[in-house]
């Protein structure tokens, strides 16, 4: 089966400018994360989706980053606008349920570097 | 919220045994997962506890003991390609699920 597409996979922004990453999860998958993974450091959890609804987006900075996941497939998510710190590893993934054994899947992410 | 803390690095020699520990404080549990990460890599699932004990897969064994918060992942007769950072992940127990990362152990194999 396909895995999890993620686009751009790399992005260099200057401060303050705007930019989106578009996910398609796994076909069937009704768990939607995206997570921020700056250098050295583990995936931090920004926002998670139950099929087209948000259940989780405690640590998300929502002054200037928002999500969608818009008929409970493709998500993407926005940082506007965009601060040094924001640079980091985006990460979606996707699980077929929100319990149990199931592990999440992982695209390859995007790569964001603002200047 | 879940606490969750590892070794930031370890070296072994190839074909040694190396093993990660992983200590949590959650509030709730619903199941614990390694996962590994090469450098510019998206992260791979390794391995899943959610009762005590041991699980083995191959070269790779977790184990888990509940009571202690604590976990480790024990990678066996290492190669080089194992070289890569190691993450401990931990399920919430709510309805839907959240995965929570450790900052993950860098892994270092030397021939």
């Known amino acids: 089966e396909a895995g999890v597409a993620q686009s751009p996979r790399y992005k260099i922004i200057e401060k303050r400018q705007s930019v989106a990453f578009w996910c398609n999860p796994i076909s069937g998958h009704a768990t939607l994360y995206w997570y921020q993974q700056i250098l050295g450091q583990g995936p931090k959890l920004l926002i998670q989706?139950?099929?087209?609804?948000?259940?989780?987006d405690s640590q998300l900075p929502k002054d200037r980053f928002s999500a969608e996941r818009l008929k409970g497939v493709d998500s993407t998510l926005k940082i506007q606008p965009a601060k040094l710190e924001d640079s980091a590893v985006y990460l979606c993934?996707?699980?077929?349920?929100?319990?149990?054994?199931?592990?999440?899947?992982f695209g390859q992410g995007t790569r964001l570097t603002v200047v | 919220g879940q606490n969750i803390d590892q070794p930031t690095e370890m070296t072994a020699t190839e074909g040694a045994i190396v093993q990660i520990n992983c200590t949590y404080q959650?509030?709730?549990?619903?199941?614990l997962f390694w996962y590994q990460q090469h450098a510019g890599e998206a992260p791979t699932f390794l391995s899943y506890?959610?009762?005590?004990g041991l699980e083995e897969k191959g070269r790779f064994s977790s184990f888990l003991s509940r009571s202690k918060g604590y976990s480790y992942l024990l990678l066996k007769e290492l190669q080089m390609k194992d070289s890569a950072s190691y993450l401990c992940a931990v399920r919430g127990p709510d309805s839907w699920g959240k995965f929570q990362f450790g900052a993950g152990t860098q892994v270092v194999v030397t021939p």
């Open positions: 959650t509030s709730g549990f619903n199941g």
């Open positions: 506890n959610v009762l005590d």
């Open positions: 993934a996707s699980s077929s349920r929100g319990r149990g054994n199931t592990e999440a899947f």
């Open positions: 989706f139950q099929n087209n609804g948000v259940v989780d």
